[in-house]
């Protein structure tokens, strides 16, 4: 195990974000929440809302012998990495997000998908339907098929209106 401090993310329960910022901040641990100013529009109201930039996820800064001290706070799923090890962020892919946080107002949130990734519509008129991600000009579409006659129609779609698929559930 490192004893060099280093930047990890850590994977948080939905919409726990802040709530586990506050206990690193209790506890006196290293983090950082990139946030995000946005306008949400309810039925009744339009508000502006400190959004996570990236949703699920905070970083922490610290040597993985404390590791125990960041698992243990309410909120946390695991530190994220590979075959059940953390990996440490580079400090220069937090550095290139700070510098575009310093021009919120050209900054958006997107979902990341790829092509190929399988996807359910969860709202709209296409609800329930499931597919495969394409992207054509610039453009994301669902692509449904017929496996069984190798046929297929696509449809374009707002990323917000899709929910990624696990392979199990595919």
């Known amino acids: 195990m490192t004893t060099t401090p280093a930047w990890y993310a850590v994977y948080t ?3 726990f974000e802040k709530k586990v910022v506050q206990q690193f901040h209790a506890r006196g641990v290293e983090h950082w929440l990139p946030l995000l100013t946005q306008t949400r529009q309810w039925k009744d109201r339009r508000k502006r809302v ?3 930039l990236f949703p699920g996820y905070v970083f922490v800064r610290i040597d993985l012998e404390n590791q125990l001290g960041v698992l243990s706070v309410d909120g946390v799923v695991n530190l994220v990495g590979r075959a059940g090890t953390p990996e440490p962020i580079p400090s220069d892919q937090l550095d290139q997000v700070r510098q575009l946080l310093k021009h919120p107002e050209r900054v958006r949130i997107e979902r990341y998908v790829s092509e190929g990734d399988r996807v359910e519509i969860v709202s709209g008129p296409f609800a329930r339907v499931r597919g495969t991600i394409l992207e054509v000009h610039g453009r994301h579409r669902v692509l449904v098929g017929v496996d069984l006659i190798r046929q297929g129609v696509s449809v374009e779609v707002d990323l917000e209106t899709v929910r990624m698929l696990n ?3 595919a």
């Open 50 to 52: 400190e959004m996570p």
């Open 13 to 15: 329960r939905s919409r």
């Open 167 to 169: 392979d199990a559930a």
